[in-house]
């Protein structure tokens, strides 16, 4: 597992499957290790349960195996939210804070965990366009966003990929949320554009159909949810990747570029992230390199 230490103990059950009693009792392991590294970064610990599991490990990494391939180079794009959308964001914001706060207070923590996921998932969804929101929270924080309005990421992203497709660029779009992949969709129709579809309600057939034409250069640009582009897809016709919005786990984020920078790959790729700089989404890319470093530790 890329992500080690992540909150479902995938290290753990994974030891515990091959060296049963190796790594101890699941809360053993949690107090003992998952706790101080992931919460204080505890280097010490960190060195030690490196060390545990060092000698079970044989790491190939895709440098060594693929020691052609072309180069890959990631930018983030830190945007600016405009003052109307910048106000809806920090309404949802607000408005969590106060809701949060009581319900902690009343429930606690445990009691509470789907009110704050699911308080997260809003300012995320506020972060990459306001239409995502749900209609009733729009309505009780007395919002008015027009339908056919693009938020600040598809107003860069309809800024940007005109040029890529002059310069003869096929594109991948990535995003978590499949009602965003329709707002791309609909914005890139509006100019006289069209791409290819991949998301998790295709067949498999339909699927491969849809890899096909666009490995065989039939449409630039193809619309992927993380998710459904994740594993098992070979696009190398691509040389840009575009991430709408981040995800806490960089393992898929990762995975998902990966589809382009692979085996068959001729040309450099480049990796376009799309944050808004201020918001949630800055702190998820904190826990993006939090984890990262973590896994690079155990390896």
């Not at 849809?210 to 040389?239: H, I, W, Y």
Request: net charge positive.
């Amino acid at each position: 597992s890329s992500d080690v230490c992540s909150s479902d103990l995938e290290l753990w059950t994974l030891f515990d499957f091959l060296l049963p009693g190796y790594l101890g009792q699941a809360k053993t392991f949690f107090q003992r290790y998952r706790e101080p590294i992931e919460q204080f970064a505890h280097p010490l610990i960190a060195q030690e349960l490196a060390a545990k599991v060092r000698p079970f490990m044989l790491r190939r990494t895709r440098e060594e195996v693929l020691d052609t391939l072309p180069g890959r180079t990631e930018l983030i794009h830190r945007l600016t939210l405009d003052p109307d959308q910048k106000m809806i964001y920090e309404a949802a914001r607000a408005s969590a804070d106060h809701d949060l706060r009581l319900l902690l207070d009343r429930r606690g923590i445990d009691q509470a965990r789907f009110n704050v996921l699911a308080a997260l998932l809003r300012l995320r969804q506020a972060c990459l366009d306001p239409r995502l929101l749900p209609i009733p929270d729009q309505q009780n924080e007395r919002l008015d966003w027009p339908p056919h309005r693009p938020g600040e990421k598809l107003r860069f992203l309809m800024q940007q990929l005109p040029g890529w497709l002059k310069e003869g660029r096929q594109v991948l779009v990535f995003s978590q949320f499949t009602r965003m992949l329709d707002l791309v969709a609909q914005a890139m129709s509006q100019l006289g554009l069209q791409a290819l579809r991949l998301s998790g309600e295709l067949s498999r057939q339909q699927r491969q159909a849809q890899v096909d034409a666009f490995q065989r250069g039939e449409c630039p640009v193809m619309l992927l949810s993380l998710k459904a582009g994740g594993l098992g897809l070979n696009l190398t016709a691509a040389d840009t990747v575009v991430l709408l919005d981040p995800w806490w786990n960089p393992a898929v984020e990762a995975q998902a570029s990966a589809r382009a920078h692979r085996q068959g790959q001729t040309r450099p790729v480049t990796v376009h992230r799309l944050v808004i700089a201020g918001s949630i989404e800055e702190k998820v890319l904190e826990l993006q390199a939090r984890k990262e470093g973590l896994a690079q530790a155990m390896m």
